[in-house]
Every structure is written in structure tokens, then in C-alpha cells.
């Protein structure tokens, strides 16, 4: 059974950093694509990024291009999100998903099969 933890997530300034861990396990995850996404109160939930596991390549929306950047640690079956140059509109509660299909693209939330129970982000301005 697939397993996503998501860790890091906290209180922080507007212009601050934060990084975003996803521990994964169950499985060797060589063929899958993980993403992140979040979702703030009384909004649909929003695609951040995602990672194709076999090679690295990532995805962003332009809403954080440049700002977010995704990365992972095959050994350790883990993912991360850092974060810079956070704005109060950042808040929300931030999920990993994974999913065992890499050749989708990845920014919809049904690309996915598995997620995690979620970190809350809030930046105060």
C-alpha cells in the first residue's frame, strides 16, 4: 500500500521560505509522477508542480514559476517543495500525490491515485 507523508509546512513571513517534504513508501516509485498541490478555505484544490521519478523533469504552473521549485531523492523515496518569496495568498493546506502513470502530464488532480493527509502553510503579511 502506498503510503505519502507530508512534512515542513508552518507559520511564515511574506517573503520567507519554506521546504516541503513527501516521504513516500510501499513501492519502488521508478515509473510514477508525484505532484503537489494546495488548497485554500472555500477554493478548488490547485496544482503546483509535478516530477516525473525517472528522470527529474518537472512541471510548474506560471502562478509560481520561479518562486517553487520541485525536487526528489530517489534513495530515500522522498520528495520536496521549496519555497521562496511567499505571499499571504501561499496559505493553505499542501498535499503530495503520486500516481503510477509518468507519461501523463501531470497538472490535474486525477492524474494522481494516491495523496497525502495534507501540511498547512500559512504566511502572514
Known amino acids: 500500500q502506498v503510503q505519502l507523508v507530508e512534512s515542513g509546512g508552518g507559520l511564515v513571513q511574506a517573503g520567507g521560505s519554506l521546504r516541503l517534504s513527501c516521504a513516500a513508501s510501499g513501492r519502488t516509485f521508478r515509473d510514477w509522477r508525484m505532484g503537489w498541490f494546495r488548497q485554500a478555505p472555500g477554493k478548488e484544490r490547485e496544482f503546483l508542480g509535478t516530477?516525473?521519478?525517472?528522470?527529474?523533469?518537472?512541471r510548474y504552473p506560471d502562478s509560481v514559476l520561479g518562486r517553487f521549485t520541485i525536487s526528489r531523492d530517489s534513495a530515500k523515496s522522498t520528495m520536496f517543495l521549496q519555497m521562496n518569496s511567499l505571499k499571504p495568498e501561499d496559505t493553505g493546506v499542501y498535499y503530495c500525490?503520486?500516481?503510477?502513470?509518468?507519461?501523463?502530464?501531470?497538472?490535474?488532480?486525477?492524474?494522481?491515485?494516491?495523496w497525502g493527509q495534507g501540511t498547512q502553510v500559512a504566511v502572514s503579511s
Open positions: 516530477i516525473r521519478w525517472s528522470d527529474g523533469n518537472t
Open positions: 500525490a503520486a500516481g503510477p502513470r509518468d507519461h501523463v502530464v501531470g497538472i490535474s488532480r486525477f492524474d494522481y491515485d494516491y
